[in-house]
């Protein structure tokens, strides 16, 4: 996965509120650049505890510090009934498992702009699959992101992780939209969220704000 170019490994529990600890590991760049970029990849569910392939991720960001983030549910292997009796209980709050992922990158996102000390230097959020998710919202929610990867994104809300009533407001695709004028990277070409969205930045004369890439 590359880790060659990199020169420290070091690992955090960062609370994400209170009680609950996330945890981040962060890979820093051979490069001698003093206001280097820096990504956050957030894992998902199915990736679980395994450590991710980045080469796929790299090329767009080259120099970058990597950070890794593991939101809650994703490192220890639940059952999918286990799963579904938490995802319930979370309704019951007016939360999902995808928000309260969205709340973890956040705060990270917000650890590594103010405390781990970045001396200014641009933030990007990565997700995979059903971490995309999660990476979205908190692309668009936090002020500290300069741009998204989205790595096989789910098409749509109703295929992919759930966000209580979000479909009565805005599909998947139309958030990805709203990523602009940051720069979004899709990582699947053949994404028929890449063609949504593209189709919606194509009409509002945006469309250099979003580029395919090949998984």
């Not at 060659?4 to 009680?19: K, T």
């Not at 938490?86 to 999902?96: D, M, N, P, Q």
């Not at 990565?126 to 919202?137: C, E, H, K, N, T």
């Not at 699947?188 to 949504?196: C, I, K, P, Q, W």
Request: proline content about 6%.
């Amino acid at each position: 996965c590359g880790v060659d170019a990199f020169s420290v490994f070091d690992a955090w529990l960062i609370e994400a509120e209170a009680g609950v600890f996330v945890r981040v590991l962060r890979l820093r760049t051979r490069s001698d650049l003093p206001t280097r970029a820096r990504l956050l990849i957030v894992r998902s569910r199915q990736e679980g505890w395994q450590f991710p392939d980045v080469d796929a991720v790299l090329p767009i960001l080259r120099g970058a510090d990597v950070f890794i983030l593991y939101p809650r549910f994703v490192e220890r292997a639940l059952s999918a009934r286990r799963y579904a009796e938490i995802e319930r209980t979370a309704a019951l709050s007016g939360r999902t498992i995808a928000a309260l992922q969205t709340w973890d990158t956040m705060r990270v996102l917000s650890w590594m702009w103010q405390d781990e000390g970045g001396n200014g230097s641009p933030i990007f959020v990565a997700g995979r699959g059903d971490a995309a998710v999660p990476s979205l919202y908190a692309a668009l929610l936090s002020e500290y992101v300069a741009g998204a990867i989205l790595w096989e994104p789910p098409a749509s809300h109703g295929i992919g992780p759930p966000l209580l009533t979000v479909l009565r407001t805005i599909e998947f695709s139309e958030a990805a939209a709203m990523v602009s004028p940051r720069p979004l990277a899709v990582i699947d070409e053949a994404s028929a969220l890449f063609g949504a969205t593209g189709a919606i930045l194509q009409s509002l004369g945006r469309s250099e704000d979003i580029a395919a890439r090949k998984s």
